[in-house]
């Protein structure tokens, strides 16, 4: 009999081996989830600043498209060592200087402009009148209103700008007025230079 409960009491112990198999089996397991878990919350992490920073790439490419004015690269073709013309839809001209150019406005100083002058002389026979017509240029800023020498023009009013050439007759003729009126503009004598090349003529205001 004893030797039927030794041998009863030692079966148990021939099993251990096995459930620490299993312990160590299902411990494996539980750390390698783990590790997975821990790889699947990095990658995520990973993947969440991707899309975060591709994000904000997007949103600079679109605020940077925003803010380019196409009037920016016009502005560029100015050549501010020379002067510009001014062509208006009504046909009116304006000669100076731009000094900026946007998708609203141009500005433009130091500013002249064509008229013409019309001078009605009788003949010998006093039978008939003859006209001498000349074209001038005119020094902006002695008109009755007595503009200043600026003026913002409304870009929808423009039909195209142009920069002159120094050789120009639009330009030696605003050099010889320079010449001619030396310092700020005195509007008590305008002077208006012919930009046929006859001359200059000089009117007194009253």
């Given amino acids: 009999m004893d030797f039927m409960n030794r041998g009863a009491s030692q079966q148990p112990a021939h099993n251990q081996p096995n459930n620490d198999k299993a312990s160590a089996s299902v411990s494996a ?4 989830k783990f590790q997975t878990r821990k790889l699947v919350k990095a990658g995520s992490f990973v993947l969440l600043l991707l899309i975060t920073a591709l994000v904000a790439a ?37 000669f100076g200087h731009i000094k900026s150019v946007d998708s ?5 100083s130091d500013i002249y402009y064509l008229t013409t002058n019309t001078q009605v002389q009788p003949n010998t026979n006093q039978a008939s009148a003859a006209s001498n017509t000349g074209v001038q240029l005119v020094k902006l800023g002695c008109e009755l209103h007595a503009p ?5 023009i409304n870009r929808s009013q423009v039909t195209f700008w142009e920069n002159l050439k120094t050789t120009g ?23 208006t230079t012919d930009t046929t090349g006859t001359g200059t003529t000089t009117t007194t205001k009253q």
């Fill in 104 to 108: 609203q406005s141009i500005q433009l």
């Fill in 169 to 191: 007759q639009v330009a030696a003729a605003v050099k010889t007025y320079k010449d001619q009126n030396p310092g700020a503009q005195n509007c008590s004598t305008s002077s």
């Fill in 29 to 32: 397991k539980g750390e390698s």
């Fill in 148 to 152: 200043e020498d600026s003026m913002t």
């Fill in 58 to 94: 997007l949103l600079i490419v679109i605020a940077t498209s925003k803010t380019t004015d196409p009037s920016e690269n016009e502005a560029k073709l100015v050549n501010s060592a020379n002067m510009q013309a001014v062509f208006l839809t009504n046909g009116q001209v304006y």
